[in-house]
Nanobody, 125 residues
Framework: QVQLVESGGGLVQAGGSLRLSCAAS????????MGWFRQVPGKEREFVAR????????DYADSAKGRFTISSDNANNTVYLQMNSLKPEDTAIYYC??????????????????WGPGTQVTVSS
């Protein structure tokens, strides 16, 4: 069974940067896509970015475009989220997720099969 573990969260001032990592472990890892979501208390989990594992093609939420970059190290089963120009409204728990089979749709959390436990990102004003 594949397990995902996020790291790299923390406290940063507005305008700063953080780099989140998500390492996959377990049986042979070959997802269709890896992605990042975020969630604040009382709200639904929100799509941030997706990377299709074989092609490297990416998709972003409008809130992430131009500021966040998703990338991967396929040899080490790791996906990253580089977050620049952070804003207080980016404060959330960030979750790494995996899609195990091909899906055109991706923005709903229900379309993702594997989840990490999450890492807290707090952006102070």
């Amino acid at each position: 069974q594949v397990q995902l573990v996020e790291s790299g969260g923390g406290l940063v001032q507005a305008g700063g940067s953080l780099r989140l990592s998500c390492a996959a472990s377990g049986r042979t890892f070959s997802p269709y896509a890896m992605g990042w979501f975020r969630q604040v208390p009382g709200k639904e989990r929100e799509f941030v970015a997706r990377l299709r594992w074989s092609s490297g093609n990416t998709d972003y939420a409008d809130s992430a475009k131009g500021r966040f970059t998703i990338s991967s190290d396929n040899a080490n089963n790791t996906v990253y989220l580089q977050m620049n120009s952070l804003k207080p409204e980016d404060t959330a728990i960030y979750y790494c997720a995996g899609q195990t089979r091909s899906r055109l749709a991706y923005s709903s959390s229900t379309l993702w099969d594997i989840w990490g436990p999450g890492t807290q990102v707090t952006v102070s004003s």
